[in-house]
């Protein structure tokens, strides 16, 4: 299967482990191909890193492009900013994009409490695998 792995770039490492796993389970994982950028990068470091490749670089369309041949999208959502399996802004973009493709959507864990658009992640029905790769198919 064809998967996007999407999430803050805040987990760049993560989502590079997370794509070898999935490789490892006979998937075609892909993600942002600025990901390399962000490995090593302090937090304050990656901020400017991700507005610059969103103004600069057309981050956005540069992720929508394979979307457009995937068959799924997971979402690595682990705390941030002081919220349990967070989910930001350019992230519930691409959710979107996925649903709207009709692709299938996997959170890494349980949907967050998330004010303005929880109920729009809910509405998405996504899949939560809890950790548990085994369970994308």
Excluded at 108 to 135: F, H
């Amino acid at each position: 299967m064809k998967i996007g792995v999407a999430g803050s770039m805040q987990y760049t490492e993560k989502m590079i482990e997370v794509c070898d796993q999935l490789r490892e389970l006979g998937h075609q994982p892909f993600m942002s191909s600025f990901g390399d950028r962000y490995v090593g990068k302090s937090a304050e470091q990656i901020e400017k890193l991700k507005l610059e490749d969103k103004y600069e670089h057309d981050a956005i369309r540069e992720f929508w492009q394979p979307m457009q041949t995937a068959d799924a999208l997971l979402v690595l959502n682990y705390d941030k900013h002081g919220i349990k399996n967070y989910i930001g802004g350019n992230t519930f973009l691409e959710m979107g994009f996925a649903h709207v493709l009709g692709q299938k959507l996997y959170l890494m864990n349980p949907v967050p409490d998330m004010p303005y658009y929880g109920t729009e992640i809910v509405a998405m029905r996504p899949q939560v695998i809890n950790e548990d790769l085994s369970k994308i198919n």
